[in-house]
């Protein structure tokens, strides 16, 4: 029995095992159109092949193609009744379809094999075929989702709740059914894109939720998976500059996807940077921290202060309202089983951020306190700006709420007008970029964000 296993190991790859597995690692490194013409050449020259092999070929010219309209984002937000191949809105549902239903007729093929044939051939590409229609399955439901997700670009708040509870479903759904090792690539391919999404979703809700360390986590986690994805495209670089020399050679273009997805990271990144200021500041040096910070897109901290240098505000603050939030123990990481009593009064509304001196105006904080829950309502439509004047204590207050835990606050000594629009359209620039909606409508190609 030994000796029978050891002789398999032995025996050369088939020649058709060896094409798929470079038709599927050229796949996984981005390179869609290379493959795509690496199996068409194959199909061109296999015509007196088996049936069953020239149509597994045909299916996989089709997948590459679609791989391509994926990962590139081209089905997103298009009219009907364009031009392009991809002009309707499900083609890419409809892409994937007509591939199933090929791949299907390779299982089938499979199951009805002919006298004389080789059986262990038969075997595999029946079997691979079946899982690779799992894997359209799989697409499709992720192209639905980031349709989703790209018309949720336009709403005011986002519940990434839903869209987390969603992915996991789908990764629980697919997590084993593709995963022959010549799949190897895509299923990994697969498994890392949907857990960089997820992740970076899960750390949108921590963050609205001032969850310091299971927000680092989720950060942390989604950007070890996306460096990983990145060398994928490094290594496709290398191998183009090793096989055609790198002068003539078009630069690769990473798809949209792993682009939109670097970008994503890169905004949450910034609110992350901001919303835990002063967890982090603690940890470094102030010029560090303002180094590291100006890095950031968009840069938060530094926006605010070139904000009141320039109109000379008293103050800028983002005010975290933590009434009913009964594991609330203030900044940065507290031990799980450490005890804190409940805060009281003005402390359930503790200053997240507080510019230029890093401490909360006290003085006025009662007033911020009263307004917040005297104007809730305006507020709560979380675009409208609230203006106050105190004519006691001689000093003008605007507030907006980008999410319903948090308010921005900008205070000014003396009368300042409410329609002065220097200060209403900066703090609903602010405001809206915290939302963090505007990166799910840069999920369409070409859209600006």
Same mark, same amino acid.
């Given at each position: 029995m030994t000796e029978v296993l050891r002789e398999e190991e032995l025996r050369p790859v088939p020649r058709e095992r060896a094409i798929l597995e470079s038709f599927f690692t050229q796949l996984g490194m981005f390179s869609f159109d290379r493959a795509k013409d690496y199996v068409e050449k194959e199909k061109d020259s296999s015509k007196s092949a088996g049936a069953i092999w020239v149509a597994l070929l045909a299916a996989l010219a089709h997948l590459a193609a679609a791989e391509k309209a994926y990962h590139n984002m081209t089905f997103l937000g298009q009219k009907l009744g364009g031009q392009s191949f991809f002009s309707r809105k499900d083609s890419i549902r409809t892409i994937y379809t007509s591939l199933h239903n090929e791949l299907r007729k390779v299982v089938t093929m499979g199951r009805h094999v002919q006298p004389g044939s080789a059986p262990y051939l038969e075997d595999l590409l029946? @079997? +691979?075929?079946?899982? $690779?229609?799992? *894997?359209?399955? !799989?697409?499709?439901?992720?192209?639905?989702? %980031?349709?989703?997700?790209?018309?949720?670009?336009?709403?005011?708040?986002?519940?990434?709740?839903?869209?987390?509870?969603?992915?996991?479903a789908i990764l629980h759904k697919y997590s084993s059914k593709f995963h022959h090792p010549i799949l190897g690539r895509v299923e990994e391919g697969f498994q890392t894109e949907v857990d960089v999404v997820t992740q970076l979703l899960r750390c949108q809700v921590q963050v609205s939720e001032w969850h310091f360390l299971p927000a680092l986590l989720s950060l942390h986690g989604a950007n070890s998976k996306l460096t990983a994805w990145g060398?994928?495209?490094?290594?496709?670089?290398?191998?183009?500059?090793?096989?055609?020399?790198?002068?003539?050679?078009?630069?690769?273009?990473?798809? @949209? +996807?792993?682009?939109? $997805?670097?970008? *994503?990271?890169? !905004?949450?990144?910034?609110?992350?940077?901001? %919303?835990?200021?002063?967890?982090?500041?603690?940890?470094?040096?102030?010029?560090?921290?303002?180094?590291?910070?100006?890095?950031?897109?968009?840069?938060?901290?530094?926006?605010?202060?070139?904000?009141?240098?320039?109109?000379?505000?008293?103050?800028?603050?983002?005010?975290?309202?933590n009434r009913g939030s009964d594991s609330f123990q203030g900044h940065g990481y507290h031990h799980p089983h450490s005890y804190r009593e409940a805060p009281k009064g003005v402390e359930q509304f503790p200053a997240v951020v507080s510019l230029p001196s890093g401490e909360r105006p006290l003085t006025h904080w009662p007033n911020v306190i009263m307004m917040m829950g005297d104007r809730a309502s305006e507020l709560n439509t979380l675009d409208k700006v609230v203006h106050f004047y105190d004519d006691k204590v001689q000093s003008t207050y605007y507030l907006t709420r980008p999410e319903p835990h948090f308010t921005l606050v900008v205070i000014f000594d003396g009368k300042k007008s409410e329609k002065d629009s220097h200060i209403t359209s900066f703090l609903q620039e602010i405001s809206g970029s915290l939302r963090n909606s505007k990166p799910f409508s840069t999920l369409k190609p070409g859209s600006k964000g």
């Open positions: 029946s @079997h +691979l075929s079946e899982q $690779l229609c799992h *894997f359209t399955q !799989a697409r499709m439901e992720m192209a639905d989702l %980031y349709e989703k997700m790209h018309l949720l670009g336009t709403q005011k708040s986002i519940n990434s709740d839903e869209l987390v509870t969603t992915l996991e060398q994928l495209l490094q290594r496709q670089k290398e191998t183009r500059k090793h096989l055609f020399g790198g002068q003539s050679q078009k630069a690769v273009q990473p798809p @949209h +996807l792993y682009v939109w $997805l670097q970008r *994503f990271q890169a !905004a949450l990144l910034a609110k992350f940077s901001f %919303y835990f200021h002063e967890a982090l500041n603690r940890q470094s040096a102030p010029a560090d921290m303002r180094a590291l910070t100006a890095r950031t897109t968009p840069d938060y901290h530094g926006k605010i202060c070139s904000f009141i240098r320039k109109y000379d505000a008293n103050s800028v603050s983002l005010v975290f309202d």
